[in-house]
């Protein structure tokens, strides 16, 4: 998550927990959004190279 709301970004975090989210990465101010939402590229590709939409990344730290 990326932005320089922390109110929002709390209320997102809300939102994402409803949905069974376990770990949720704030990345940053409004800066980082760029390269977060190059996922979307990433994401694209392995959906081709897989044929289907069905998988996940995972970030280990």
């Known amino acids: ?3 320089n ?4 970004k709390a209320q997102v975090t809300e939102i994402l927990k409803s949905f ?4 949720i990465m704030d990345v940053g101010d409004i800066t980082t959004a760029r390269g ?3 996922y979307l590229s990433i994401w ?6 897989l044929g289907t939409g069905m998988f996940n990344i995972k ?3």
């Open 36 to 38: 977060t939402e190059m």
């Open 20 to 23: 069974g989210w376990i770990h």
């Open 5 to 8: 709301d922390a109110q929002a």
């Open 59 to 61: 970030i280990m730290q």
């Open 1 to 3: 998550m990326s932005g």
């Open 44 to 49: 694209l590709r392995l959906w081709g190279a």
